[in-house]
């Protein structure tokens, strides 16, 4: 039996006469009632479907939504979440937020750029350290485009059984068709190693092949996302394969202090030797200079003080040094 979230979906696909949603939540429903053992139930409303599917007038456009929790079919691969996050609520180095801003520019004027015969920018690559943002960017772009953000899910995805990859890798492609969102693939060295590696076997350089023909010919309506900390490890085919490429770099002083600031920005920081504190925090990523800022000022709040101390943050940025770095 359908559950109530589907019931919810169906109804509401085809009030809004969203035939290509309604199809895909019926589709999941003669799935589970697959699943249950219910082969004769799941086989005539397949059946259906694709009676349904063949009267439905050829001239009246599918429109492509966001499918969410009623993908049961794919959640072993894929994990959907629907981020607040916005581009706004990030401290990023100005390169970088121009060049995210381009792609936000494209995606919401796509119509502008299709009516000259172009395409907005909606495969892209972000590498850099861990830490610097990559993944919070993914869901900054879906809490603006109002997406849902869909993440890889590479325990999924990279199993033992090698030769399962390339066709999970079809389904995953096959669902960007029939629902909108920022797809992400974290980690995208997992995936992507350079096929002339001397450690490789053969069937992982052709889970690499099928990918980049899969990438090359997709034409979804959402964004594909992909992020790595080792870029050196990319096969160098794919980097023309994405339509932009955007670099993280380590923190300079002037972002590490913007970062301090907005972190801070409830609690009094007059007091604090910023040349001291900014220095102390070279070498860690955004994301050990934000938790940092978290610890000290969690640190004052239990000790019932008013404002961040020089010594509390630097105490913090210690502790989140590897043990080997520390002074």
């Not at 100005?94 to 494209?106: A, F």
């Not at 389904?171 to 980690?187: K, P, R, W």
């Not at 979804?220 to 932009?244: E, H, Q, W």
């Not at 040349?275 to 610890?295: F, I, K, M, T, W």
Request: charged fraction near 25%.
């Amino acid at each position: 039996m359908a559950t109530a979230t589907q019931l919810k979906a169906l109804i509401q696909s085809h009030a809004e006469r969203d035939d290509a949603r309604f199809f895909a939540v019926a589709m999941q429903v003669a799935a589970l009632e697959a699943r249950q053992g219910h082969g004769t139930v799941a086989e005539e409303l397949r059946s259906l479907i694709d009676a349904a599917k063949s009267r439905a007038p050829s001239t009246a456009p599918l429109r492509r939504t966001p499918l969410g929790p009623v993908a049961h079919d794919l959640a072993d691969l894929l994990s959907f979440t629907t981020p607040s996050t916005k581009l706004v609520d990030m401290t990023l180095a100005d390169e970088v937020r121009d060049r995210l801003e381009r792609v936000l520019r494209e995606q919401r004027q796509a119509y502008r750029l299709r009516e000259r015969g172009l395409g907005p920018r909606r495969k892209i690559l972000l590498m850099g350290p861990p830490g610097s943002g990559k993944t919070m960017t993914a869901a900054a772009l879906a809490g603006e485009l109002t997406l849902p953000l869909v993440t890889v899910v590479l325990e999924g995805l990279i199993t033992k059984f090698l030769g399962e990859i390339a066709a999970k890798l079809r389904i995953i492609f096959e669902a960007m068709n029939h629902t909108s969102g920022v797809y992400l693939f974290d980690e995208f060295d997992a995936i992507g190693r350079q096929r002339a590696a001397t450690n490789d076997v053969g069937e992982i350089r052709r889970v690499l092949s099928s990918f980049l023909l899969l990438l090359e010919k997709d034409a979804s309506p959402g964004l594909i996302v992909a992020a790595t900390n080792n870029p050196s490890l990319l096969d160098p085919a794919l980097f023309r394969r994405f339509d932009d490429v955007i670099e993280y770099q380590p923190p300079t002083k002037e972002l590490i202090r913007a970062l301090m600031e907005n972190r801070l920005a409830t609690f009094p920081t007059e007091a604090l030797d910023w040349a001291r504190v900014v220095g102390a925090a070279s070498g860690l990523s955004s994301a050990d200079v934000v938790r940092s800022c978290e610890d000290a000022a969690k640190a004052m709040v239990l000790a019932n003080e008013a404002a961040i101390t020089t010594r509390a943050i630097l105490t913090a940025f210690e502790e989140r040094r590897p043990r080997a770095d520390r002074s």
